[in-house]
Nanobody, 128 residues
Framework: QVQLVESGGGLVQAGGSLRLSCTAS????????MGWFRQAPGKEREFVAA????????FYTDSVKGRFTISRHNTENTVYLQMNSLEPEDTAIYYC?????????????????????WGQGTQVTVSS
C-alpha cells in the first residue's frame, strides 16, 4: 500500500521559513502529480501547490505565489515545499498527495478530489 510521510512542520514566527518534505513509498505506483494542500481549523482542505511529475510544471494558489516553492528530488519519490515569509494565515495542517494517472492530456493537479493517496499531515503554526 502506498504511504506518504510528511515532515518539517513546526512553530515559527511570522516572517520565518519552513521546509516541508513528503516521501512516497510502498507498493507499485505511478506519479502524475504531487501536491500540497492545507486545512485550517473550521475550514475546508485547500490547494496550496502542485507539481506535474514528468514535465516539472508547477502551480500555486494565489496567496502563496512568490513565497512558497514546490520542488522534487531528482531520484526519489520526494516532494518539498519551501515556505518563506510565513504569515499567521498560513497556519494549518499541511498534507501531501499523489495523483497517479491522467486519462487524457493536461489533467488538473490543483483539485483535491483528483488525488489518489494522502499523507497524514504535518502541523504548521505561524505566530504573530
Amino acid at each position: 500500500q502506498v504511504q506518504l510521510v510528511e515532515s518539517g512542520g513546526g512553530l515559527v514566527q511570522a516572517g520565518g521559513s519552513l521546509r516541508l518534505s513528503c516521501t512516497a513509498s510502498g507498493g507499485t505506483f505511478n506519479i502524475y502529480g504531487m501536491g500540497w494542500f492545507r486545512q485550517a481549523p473550521g475550514k475546508e482542505r485547500e490547494f496550496v501547490a502542485a507539481l506535474m511529475w514528468n514535465v516539472g510544471s508547477t502551480f500555486y494558489t494565489d496567496s502563496v505565489k512568490g513565497r512558497f516553492t514546490i520542488s522534487r528530488h531528482n531520484t526519489e519519490n520526494t516532494v518539498y515545499l519551501q515556505m518563506n515569509s510565513l504569515e499567521p494565515e498560513d497556519t494549518a495542517i499541511y498534507y501531501c498527495a499523489i495523483r497517479e494517472y491522467c486519462a487524457g492530456y493536461g489533467c488538473y493537479v490543483t483539485r483535491k478530489n483528483d488525488y489518489d493517496y494522502w499523507g497524514q499531515g504535518t502541523q504548521v503554526t505561524v505566530s504573530s
